[in-house]
């Protein structure tokens, strides 16, 4: 019933994506919804996967709005108050993202200000020292203060090893200069390796503001990292304070599939209604003051999928981590989950998808990274690939996950939380 | 800079002579005269060892020396400190040459100047709506 259901609605899913052109080589993409503000993005695939040094590239982000040959840094940060606009920047493992939001009209200025830092940042060593080292070390402390962050960077060390592997934050005493800085952003700074998104924002009225502003950037080669390969390991990390966390987990290499969207949303154990239980073969076998959270992060070219599981007690983790593991086999054995189970779980994961582009930063990074890897897709396509999901597909491209050397880390009590022959993967 | 207010440079001619060239070629020679009877060469100091650096300004200048450069000044201190105490100069051959006594501290106070006088303008800055 509910495929039939699905189908009928293909008309009101038909929805207008931004289209892609290029000006001075730049990518551009823009979306108009008439929103009384816009959004501007530059996308950089520069995120810490591509570090030459470790914390390079959090370093480089930090560095955003910082003097150029333009404006100085103050100059930006009191420009901008005065139009009302908020500048930010952000970093993944793939990307380097900074944003610029404000009032539509001032187009202009906003844009000048993102093309400022590609074609003319300073890089000089006192703002390195004066202001953008103390927040990298503020952000990595207030990261490493959090288990299940911690337990996340960890996951990715010990499943990825180098490239994806590399941790987002720097290390608190990185020892990166502004000449690491420079050497790294001439290379993240080349054209083919920018995308501007927009958002609130006429393509046209972008694409001219992108080629005046953008015209001088470099056409140098583009910072390099190798392909994914997933590994697989142990680690075990002890923190005194916070929750007790543990994360197990999968990962592929290669495109993310779509049938891993399906299993996390099968396993999701939070709930469509507040302070319910959801129907989820995990939420029911939770022990009380624990949770778990299915992790999805798909990336260019590998995928990590995993179950992050946090309590108060090393017991009650233990418990949880138990369940967690069982219900992940479960579903992976063949017709673990029924026809009925695996619908639920499609529809719920085309709703994920759905709204993860729904929002400004959601649509943003999708499109953004759509954008640089050179495969547009759109909405549309990924709904097709879930529907076409079979309870077979489904079966063998879990089976052949949990076959893969598991990633488990546990961060906490490591005397008392569950090591991973205890919990049966 | 301007030159009537009390930066941490103090007043200086040196750029409207060095603008005209028959007055630069006049007065320099007179400049590296003074500079060698000036006796701060003879205790291994250079010019801006003696700007006084107990400024906001300077002081942040100060700090945005490269490593290598802040410890060959506090090096410099010793050694002239040390020839005070004894009251003599250094030996001639380790007296600081005049091509070594570059202006190493001073764009890095402009620049501290610069970024104060543009926080100043922005602090004060009148807004005009369009």
Same mark, same amino acid.
């Given at each position: 019933?509910?495929?039939?259901?699905?189908?009928?609605?293909?008309?009101?899913?038909?929805?207008?994506?931004?289209?892609?052109?290029?000006?001075?080589?730049?990518?551009?993409?823009?979306?108009?919804?008439?929103?009384?503000?816009?959004?501007?993005?530059?996308?950089?695939?520069?995120?810490?996967?591509?570090? #030459?040094?470790?914390?390079?590239?959090?370093?480089?982000?930090?560095?955003?709005?910082?003097?150029?040959?333009?404006?100085?840094?103050?100059?930006?940060?009191?420009?901008?108050?005065?139009?009302?606009?908020?500048?930010?920047?952000?970093? #993944?493992?793939?990307?380097?993202?900074?944003?610029?939001?404000?009032?539509?009209?001032?187009?202009?200025?906003?844009?000048?200000?993102?093309?400022?830092?590609?074609?003319?940042?300073?890089?000089?060593?006192?703002?390195?020292?004066?202001?953008?080292?103390?927040?990298?070390?503020?952000? #990595?402390?207030?990261?490493?203060?959090?288990?299940?962050?911690?337990?996340?960077?960890?996951?990715?060390?010990?499943?990825?090893?180098?490239?994806?592997?590399?941790?987002?934050?720097?290390?608190?005493?990185?020892?990166?200069?502004?000449?690491?800085?420079?050497?790294?952003?001439?290379?993240?700074?080349?054209?083919?390796?920018?995308?501007?998104?927009?958002?609130?924002?006429?393509?046209?009225?972008?694409?001219?503001?992108?080629?005046?502003?953008?015209?001088?950037?470099?056409?140098?080669?583009?910072?390099?990292?190798?392909?994914?390969?997933?590994?697989?390991?142990?680690?075990?990390?002890?923190?005194?304070?916070?929750?007790?966390?543990?994360?197990?987990?999968?990962?592929?290499?290669?495109?993310?599939?779509?049938?891993?969207?399906?299993?996390?949303?099968?396993?999701?154990?939070?709930?469509?209604?507040?302070?319910?239980?959801?129907?989820?073969?995990?939420?029911?076998?939770?022990?009380?003051?624990?949770?778990?959270?299915?992790?999805?992060?798909?990336?260019?070219?590998?995928?990590?999928?995993?179950?992050?599981?946090?309590?108060?007690?090393?017991?009650?983790?233990?418990?949880?981590?138990?369940?967690?593991?069982?219900?992940?086999?479960?579903?992976?054995? #063949?017709?673990?989950?029924?026809?009925?189970?695996?619908?639920?779980?499609?529809?719920?994961?085309?709703?994920?998808?759905?709204?993860?582009?729904?929002?400004?930063?959601?649509?943003?990074?999708?499109?953004?990274?759509?954008?640089?890897?050179?495969?547009?897709?759109?909405?549309?396509?990924?709904?097709?690939?879930?529907?076409?999901?079979?309870?077979?597909?489904?079966?063998?491209?879990?089976?052949?996950?949990?076959?893969?050397?598991?990633?488990?880390?546990?961060?906490?009590?490591?005397?008392?939380?569950?090591?991973?022959?205890?919990?049966?993967? | 800079?301007?030159?009537?207010?009390?930066?941490?440079?103090?007043?200086?001619?040196?750029?409207?002579?060095?603008?005209?060239?028959?007055?630069?070629?006049?007065?320099?020679?007179?400049?590296?005269?003074?500079?060698?009877?000036?006796?701060?060469?003879?205790?291994?100091?250079?010019?801006?060892?003696?700007?006084?650096?107990?400024?906001?300004?300077?002081?942040?200048?100060?700090?945005?020396?490269?490593?290598?450069?802040?410890?060959?000044?506090?090096?410099?201190?010793?050694?002239?400190?040390?020839?005070?105490?004894?009251?003599?100069?250094?030996?001639?051959?380790?007296?600081?040459?005049?091509?070594?006594?570059?202006?190493?501290?001073?764009?890095?106070?402009?620049?501290?100047?610069?970024?104060?006088?543009?926080?100043?303008?922005?602090?004060?800055?009148?807004?005009?709506?369009?």
């Amino acid at each position: 019933m509910l495929a039939a259901r699905a189908t009928t609605r293909t008309v009101l899913r038909v929805r207008k994506f931004a289209t892609a052109v290029d000006a001075a080589g730049v990518k551009v993409a823009a979306i108009d919804h008439g929103q009384p503000t816009s959004s501007v993005t530059v996308l950089l695939k520069a995120g810490s996967r591509y570090d #030459t040094k470790h914390g390079v590239a959090h370093v480089l982000k930090n560095f955003a709005f910082k003097s150029t040959n333009k404006r100085s840094a103050l100059g930006t940060v009191r420009e901008a108050e005065l139009y009302g606009g908020v500048l930010s920047s952000s970093l #993944t493992r793939e990307h380097v993202a900074l944003t610029a939001e404000f009032l539509r009209g001032d187009e202009q200025f906003f844009v000048d200000v993102l093309a400022s830092y590609i074609t003319s940042s300073k890089f000089t060593p006192w703002e390195l020292n004066e202001t953008v080292l103390p927040v990298v070390e503020a952000e #990595t402390h207030a990261a490493q203060s959090d288990n299940a962050a911690r337990a996340i960077e960890l996951a990715h060390a010990a499943a990825f090893r180098k490239g994806l592997g590399f941790s987002v934050l720097a290390p608190t005493h990185s020892g990166i200069t502004s000449d690491d800085v420079q050497a790294f952003a001439a290379s993240a700074f080349s054209r083919g390796n920018i995308a501007v998104v927009g958002t609130g924002i006429d393509q046209g009225l972008l694409t001219k503001l992108v080629e005046q502003n953008f015209s001088s950037a470099t056409a140098s080669s583009a910072p390099t990292t190798s392909p994914s390969k997933y590994f697989g390991g142990d680690t075990r990390v002890a923190s005194q304070d916070g929750v007790q966390t543990v994360f197990i987990g999968f990962g592929t290499s290669g495109a993310p599939s779509p049938e891993l969207a399906v299993l996390a949303a099968h396993l999701s154990p939070k709930p469509a209604l507040k302070w319910s239980k959801g129907t989820s073969p995990l939420a029911t076998a939770l022990p009380p003051q624990t949770s778990v959270q299915t992790v999805l992060l798909p990336y260019s070219d590998a995928t990590l999928f995993g179950l992050l599981v946090q309590g108060a007690t090393v017991e009650g983790v233990r418990e949880a981590s138990k369940a967690a593991a069982k219900a992940l086999k479960d579903a992976a054995a #063949t017709g673990g989950v029924k026809a009925d189970d695996l619908k639920k779980a499609i529809a719920k994961a085309k709703f994920t998808a759905a709204n993860a582009v729904e929002d400004r930063d959601g649509f943003i990074s999708t499109v953004g990274s759509q954008l640089l890897s050179g495969s547009p897709s759109s909405l549309d396509s990924v709904f097709t690939a879930l529907d076409k999901i079979e309870s077979a597909a489904f079966a063998k491209a879990t089976s052949s996950l949990v076959k893969s050397t598991p990633t488990f880390v546990a961060v906490g009590d490591i005397y008392g939380l569950p090591h991973r022959d205890e919990i049966g993967i | 800079m301007n030159i009537f207010k009390a930066g941490p440079l103090g007043p200086s001619l040196a750029p409207r002579i060095r603008r005209s060239k028959s007055l630069f070629r006049w007065i320099k020679p007179l400049a590296e005269w003074y500079a060698n009877i000036a006796g701060y060469r003879q205790m291994g100091l250079r010019y801006d060892d003696l700007i006084v650096e107990e400024r906001p300004d300077v002081k942040k200048a100060i700090s945005r020396l490269p490593a290598k450069e802040a410890y060959d000044r506090e090096y410099r201190f010793r050694l002239a400190s040390q020839c005070s105490i004894v009251h003599k100069s250094l030996p001639k051959e380790q007296w600081v040459k005049p091509e070594d006594d570059v202006r190493y501290l001073t764009p890095h106070i402009e620049e501290v100047v610069k970024e104060d006088q543009e926080r100043e303008k922005w602090d004060t800055i009148a807004v005009e709506r369009k």
